[in-house]
C-alpha cells in the first residue's frame, strides 16, 4: 500500500539513449511533482502538475518531458540522455498544490545511472 | 530569489547527546517553513512544519521554532538517538504562488552509540 510509488528504482543507461521514469500515488492528491537530487544531496524541483496541468516548470532541459494522463500518475520522459543527467529523481505529491504550505510525500526515488 | 542555508555536515554525535541544525532563509512574504528527513535509500519524510511566526513544529522529539526576527527555523532535539541517523533538510515555500518547496543543501547526522 505504498503511497507514491516510483519505477524503476535504479536504471543504467548510456548517453543518447530515451528512457522514462513512472510514478504513481494512491494519496487521492491533486498535485504531483519531479525533484532532480544531485550527487551532493542538493534537491531542485523542475516541474508539477496540479489535476493534469502544469503549473511548475523550472529551467530544465527541453530533452525533459513530463506527461500526467491522470491526477493519480506523473511520468517523466527523457531524450538524449547526458553524463549530467545522472541523479536520484524524486516523484512527490501533495492535497494541495496550488496553496502554499502543503507538505509533499515523497516516493523512495529512481536512481538514473548515464555511462 | 528565495533561498535556504543549512549548517555544514556531516554533524558526528553519541548517542544521548543535544542536536542542533542550524537553518536561515531568505524570502519575500511570510513563507511556511519544513523540516524533511532522508533516511538511506528512501526518500524524504516530513518531519515538522511551521506556517507563521513563532509558530513551534514538533515530531519525534524534534522541534523548531519559526523566528522571524533573525530569519531561522533550527532544529533541535534534546536526546539522540542512533536510529536519528540520516539526512535533514530544511526547507521553504513562499506565499503567493504555487506550492514550490525550496530546499537546503541537506545536513547529514551520524549518531553512534
Known amino acids: 500500500d505504498t503511497a507514491v510509488s516510483q519505477t524503476p528504482k535504479y536504471l543504467v543507461t548510456q548517453m543518447g539513449n530515451d528512457k522514462s521514469i513512472k510514478c504513481e500515488q494512491n494519496l487521492g492528491h491533486d498535485t504531483m511533482y519531479w525533484y532532480k537530487q544531485d550527487s551532493k544531496k542538493f534537491l531542485k524541483i523542475m516541474f508539477s502538475?496540479?489535476?493534469?496541468?502544469?503549473?511548475i516548470n523550472e529551467t530544465v532541459p527541453n530533452r525533459f518531458s513530463p506527461k500526467s494522463p491522470d491526477k493519480a500518475h506523473l511520468n517523466l520522459h527523457i531524450n538524449s540522455l547526458e553524463l549530467g543527467d545522472s541523479a536520484v529523481y524524486f516523484c512527490?505529491?501533495?492535497?494541495?498544490?496550488?496553496?502554499?504550505?502543503?507538505?509533499?510525500?515523497f516516493g523512495n526515488g529512481t536512481r538514473l545511472t548515464v555511462t | 530569489g528565495d533561498s535556504v542555508t543549512q549548517m555544514e555536515g556531516p554533524v558526528t554525535l553519541s548517542e544521548e547527546a543535544f542536536l542542533t541544525i542550524n537553518c536561515t532563509y531568505t524570502?519575500?512574504?511570510?513563507?511556511?517553513l519544513f523540516w524533511y528527513v532522508q533516511y538511506p535509500g528512501e526518500g524524504l519524510q516530513l518531519l515538522l512544519k511551521?506556517?507563521?511566526?513563532?509558530d513551534k513544529g514538533s515530531n519525534k522529539g524534534f522541534e523548531a521554532t519559526y523566528r522571524k526576527e533573525t530569519t531561522s527555523f533550527h532544529l533541535e532535539k534534546g536526546s539522540v538517538q542512533v536510529s536519528d541517523s540520516a539526512v535533514y533538510f530544511c526547507?521553504?515555500?513562499?506565499?503567493?504562488?504555487?506550492?514550490?518547496?525550496?530546499f537546503g543543501a541537506g545536513t547529514r547526522l551520524a549518531v553512534h552509540p
Open positions: 526547507a521553504l515555500s513562499s506565499a503567493g504562488g504555487y506550492n514550490k518547496l525550496i
Open positions: 512527490a505529491s501533495s492535497p494541495q498544490g496550488m496553496t502554499y504550505n502543503s507538505p509533499l510525500h
Open positions: 502538475y496540479n489535476n493534469k496541468e502544469l503549473i
Open positions: 524570502a519575500t512574504g511570510y513563507p511556511s
Open positions: 511551521a506556517t507563521k511566526a513563532d
